[in-house]
């Protein structure tokens, strides 16, 4: 580094080289000017307004211009050292080969950069002149993105050319080394997702964006939501690789022989190492996707023979370019058959083994600290049962500390693993759809396909993490099914109910939703601190049916970020008799003019199409076939008053009654897909609802116009 | 004044210079002459510091070479095949070579311009070959170097041009002492301008001294005997080369001249002549007798 940092630009040859590449400079100013400023101003002449989409191309275009401007530029400036005439003169120079690197690499860099900066200000004129309330921010910001990453983008293809003797390879390796972190990152997806059981993919592009440059200079300039790796320190971070990246490329041209110019490499070791490593992701990336595609059906002769011919056929086009033809042709055979003995070894002892261990990997429970549980079912039980945008990626995460519970945690995920060993599952990519073998003990009947995503992320005692996700059965969390009302997815779900949010009203409803009573909201926390103490204590009998009373309904403020969270519903069973104490309800007195429907299941109906779980009251209905009906009976408030005592929420019934539709009087707030709220009825209140019934007349109903009151 | 110490150079495991020493005093013009690929070319771009050797050092006035602007200043290389930047007039390599050496004389450049007339305002890729190669000259004589290295740079140039830049670099070398390390295969040519000259073969710098010098230490007879000679009687004299027609030996012998004429006129020839012998004929012999192109 310290060579690189006492190299001095020789200002003589500095301003020469530029004066010389002045038409280059005017050659990319107009391609440019016509793809970016140009392209939108154009769209705005035409059609007088400003379109965001001809912006987007158009910045989509100039970002691929500065991307090949970087490209060839530093071809062009250094072009020399691919001549061995031009080195005699280059290298003869009085002038040392360091500062001869730095003036050559500055001047690419401004020659790239003058055309850009020009047309940068010009974009940002007429996005002052046509855009409504443009970002300036953002303009500036990407400015910053583009410039810091400029060096790091052209310097792996100088890298390529202090490796190789010719324009053509330069940039072929060049390009090579550019793909590598995005073809071993795609790799390690499509292994990690086809091979090891329990894979989880990162949610985010954080290992690109610290290793491609060519990814983060798209991903910083277009991806506008980026939160995560903070861009604009990944930006710097790229700024300063490049220093590292510079000084590894001055080492290679101080010891870059130049009587090799000319000739494809002049470091022998280059291509064996730069082919190799792509060669080997490349077959690891085709075995894992061929693996894929055959839906899980594990190791055959197609998932290998295909990738091994393909890149057999990539490796020789390489070996006949790097070798100008096919002279080499054996060499090359020999060592692309060691090169695919190698991945092969790999990639089969790597499935065979489950990724070393890695998929029967659980953790000793004396060994975990904390267990991260994440459920996102269909059903609704571990999750909100109305996920939108309110929602970060973190709702939902169950955080167990007790070693109890630790120890169930563990003990679910090794069901999981006996239950995947039993139908004999070795990787994720498998469709459970096809399976007819799945057994449970879930309290009603799940079609296999109903699955639901599982996560464990165990914090170890020396602070190290394991995560691991799965695709189950929903039937399979029947063993885990007492934590769906457990005092952690409790608070999850209702945030209010911890510290990080403020509620600032209060109020109670019957469960038929009528009438609302303020409460007084100095007792808010007495009125929690009694409802999660009742819940916890009765767990999972809340499960087996419990009388609905009504609702706790709480306008709340979220301290964090998500602070569009405006109501929460709690709802209150016949059970919670402390908390009902504290809310001291009136008498349901239900008005004749209001009007309840029945729906009734017929005898095909799975249960868990109807099955209603949700507090909130939300109706979880999947696989909906809109021309089916549904046979709905009418109720007045006085039938209804006869159905109190039965109506439950979150009650899981294999054989289940029907559903009680209600209409709130009020506007609940809380996030919803309808204006209406369904209750089922426990198996007790049957008989009184066949009285009420009889002589009834059904009226048949789409789900949409039971669900949304279309005609 | 350059230096060459225990050189070893080599190209893709082939050995092109084994531990070669060479000196090379200053206002001297050195003549580098050997077979194709014995590493004339080599020498030269080490001492211009293109290349680094693998071992050994290459030193200019005690300086080392490579990667060295100060030494690099001094020496100015010109190859065999020159190059010229993309488009370029000589007005553009002029300020070209004017960024990197200080020394380039301006009045110099225009004599030789002057004297050598080449259209300026026309692209250098354009001229043709021997104009370039002259182009090449010009530029190499404006830089006023104290090391002027050429590369096979008269071949390909008119007689007249030849004569007159040769005048120009005696000029130089009178003037300013500067030295010059010609490669050529034309030794004739050589033998015109040289006052040193070194042979290399074999990886080896294998002679190397005063023109005069060398041609003085190879001597040509034609000798003829009445009856058969017993060639015995040639022993003791180093013949690298020996022809025979008859009873007549056409002989090249290496070493004194009086011990020479001695030892044949003790074989008592009928026929004793003592031939004129150039430079050109020394290499050719003294190669042959190291088996180059003997087999043809």
């Known amino acids: 580094m310290e060579n690189l940092f006492r190299a001095r630009i020789n200002v003589g040859f500095f301003r020469f080289l530029i004066k010389r590449n002045t038409r280059l400079m005017i050659l990319t100013t107009v391609a440019m000017i016509a793809l970016y400023p140009l392209f939108a101003f154009t769209e705005f002449v035409f059609n007088g307004t400003y379109s965001q989409t001809m912006f987007n191309i158009g910045r989509g275009f100039q970002l691929a211009v500065f991307f090949v401007s970087l490209v060839i530029v530093p071809f062009v400036i250094f072009s020399y050292l691919n001549s061995k005439k031009s080195l005699d003169v280059y290298h003869a120079l009085p002038i040392t080969r360091k500062d001869l690197f730095l003036t050559g690499l500055v001047a690419s860099i401004v020659v790239v950069l003058v055309p850009f900066l020009l047309i940068y200000g010009v974009g940002w004129v007429y996005n002052i002149m046509v855009v409504p309330g443009v970002d300036n921010t953002r303009i500036f910001e990407n400015l910053y993105y583009s410039l810091a990453l400029s060096m790091a983008i052209t310097l792996p293809f100088m890298f390529s050319m202090m490796n190789t003797g010719t324009s053509v390879d330069g940039f072929l390796y060049g390009l090579i080394i550019h793909l590598i972190p995005m073809i071993a990152y795609g790799t390690y997806l499509v292994f990690g997702n086809t091979v090891l059981l329990g894979f989880r993919a990162p949610t985010n592009n954080t290992f690109l964006l610290f290793t491609a440059p060519l990814w983060s200079l798209f991903e910083l300039n277009l991806n506008t939501n980026l939160v995560y790796p903070n861009p604009d320190l990944v930006a710097l971070y790229w700024f300063f690789m490049s220093f590292a990246m510079a000084w590894l490329v001055l080492y290679f041209y101080k010891i870059r022989r130049s009587e090799k110019a000319e000739t494809p490499f002049t470091n022998n070791k280059f291509y064996p190492i730069i082919v190799s490593m792509f060669i080997l992701i490349v077959q690891v990336f085709f075995y894992s996707t061929f693996t894929l595609l055959t839906d899980g059906r594990g190791l055959d002769l197609r998932t290998l023979i295909f990738p091994v011919f393909f890149t057999f056929v990539g490796y020789m086009i390489l070996d006949v370019i790097a070798n100008r033809g096919f002279k080499n042709f054996t060499k090359a055979f020999i060592k692309f058959a060691i090169l695919t003995a190698i991945s092969l070894t790999g990639f089969i002892g790597a499935t065979l083994t489950g990724g070393l261990g890695y998929t029967n990997y659980v953790p000793n429970p004396s060994n975990v600290e904390k267990v991260e549980f994440l459920i996102n079912d269909e059903l609704g039980l571990f999750s909100p049962a109305y996920t939108s945008y309110i929602y970060n990626t973190t709702q939902g995460i169950l955080a167990y500390e007790d070693d109890a519970e630790i120890a169930g945690i563990i003990e679910f995920h090794k069901s999981i693993l006996e239950r995947f060993d039993e139908l004999g599952i070795t990787s994720n990519s498998y469709n459970f759809g096809e399976n007819t073998s799945i057994t449970s003990s879930f309290p009603f009947k799940l079609s296999p396909w109903v699955t639901s995503q599982v996560q464990f992320k165990y914090t170890h005692n020396n602070g190290s993490t394991t995560l691991r996700s799965y695709t189950i059965p929903v039937a399979w969390t029947d063993t885990v099914l007492p934590l769906s009302v457990s005092k952690p997815n409790l608070m999850n779900r209702y945030p209010h109910l911890s510290q990080s949010a403020k509620v600032t009203s209060l109020s109670y409803t019957p469960a038929v939703m009528n009438i609302k009573t303020p409460l007084d909201l100095s007792k808010t926390q007495s009125l929690f601190d009694t409802y999660i103490e009742e819940y916890t204590r009765l767990g999972s009998k809340i499960l087996e049916g419990d009388q609905l009373v009504g609702y706790i309904l709480s306008e709340v403020v979220t301290t964090n970020e998500f602070n569009n969270i405006s109501s929460q519903a709690l709802p209150v069973f016949a059970s919670f008799t402390n908390t009902l104490a504290l809310l001291n309800p009136q008498a349901v007195n239900i008005s004749d003019s209001l009007v309840f429907e029945f729906v009734r299941p017929s005898a095909n109906d799975n249960p868990a199409e109807f099955y209603i779980q949700s507090f909130d009251g939300n109706l979880r209905y999947w696989n909906v076939d809109s021309s089916k009906e549904f046979a709905t009976f009418t109720l007045t408030g006085s039938e209804m008053m006869q159905l109190l005592p039965y109506l439950t929420a979150h009650h899981v019934n294999e054989d289940l009654v029907g559903l009680i539709k209600v209409n709130p009087q009020f506007s609940l707030g809380v996030e919803r897909q309808t204006n209406f709220v369904f209750y089922s009825l426990l198996e007790e209140g049957r008989d009184t609802l066949n009285t009420l019934l009889n002589e009834k007349v059904p009226v048949f109903k789409t789900f949409d116009q039971l669900y949304f009151n279309y005609e | ?296």
């Not at chain 2, 531990?19 to 014995?38: E, H, I, M």
């Not at chain 2, 004017?98 to 259209?119: A, G």
Request: aromatic share 10%; net charge negative; proline share 4%.
């Open chain 2, 1 to 296: 004044m350059i230096q060459l110490k225990a050189v070893t150079k080599s190209f893709d495991n082939s050995l092109v210079l084994d531990q070669v020493d060479w000196f090379v005093r200053k206002g001297s013009v050195f003549g580098l002459v050997g077979p194709n690929g014995a590493g004339k070319s080599t020498i030269l771009r080490l001492i211009s510091g293109v290349i680094t050797p693998e071992s050994g050092v290459v030193t200019l006035d005690d300086q080392p070479v490579y990667d060295n602007p100060l030494a690099k200043q001094r020496i100015l290389f010109l190859s065999d095949d020159p190059f010229y930047l993309h488009q370029a007039t000589i007005k553009e390599m002029k300020e070209f070579y004017k960024l990197f050496y200080p020394s380039f004389n301006e009045t110099m450049y225009q004599r030789l311009l002057n004297n050598f007339p080449v259209p300026t305002k026309k692209k250098i890729n354009d001229f043709s070959k021997g104009m370039k190669r002259q182009v090449g000259l010009i530029l190499a004589l404006s830089v006023n170097p104290d090391v002027l290295l050429l590369d096979e740079s008269f071949d390909g140039l008119d007689p007249v041009m030849r004569l007159t830049l040769k005048r120009f670099i005696a000029q130089e070398m009178s003037n300013r002492e500067m030295t010059v390390v010609i490669s050529s295969h034309n030794l004739r040519e050589l033998e015109d301008i040289c006052d040193q000259i070194a042979l290399i073969d074999n990886k080896k710098v294998v002679m190397s001294g005063q023109v005069d010098t060398i041609k003085e230490e190879f001597h040509k007879f034609q000798v003829g005997f009445r009856d058969v000679l017993d060639v015995a009687g040639f022993n003791g004299l180093d013949i690298i080369h020996q022809e025979q027609v008859g009873n007549v030996f056409t002989l090249v012998i290496k070493g004194s001249l009086d011990v020479i004429k001695a030892q044949l006129e003790s074989l008592d020839p009928a026929l004793y002549v003592e031939l004129p012998l150039n430079l050109e004929e020394i290499f050719v012999y003294e190669m042959e007798a190291r088996g180059y192109g003997k087999s043809i």
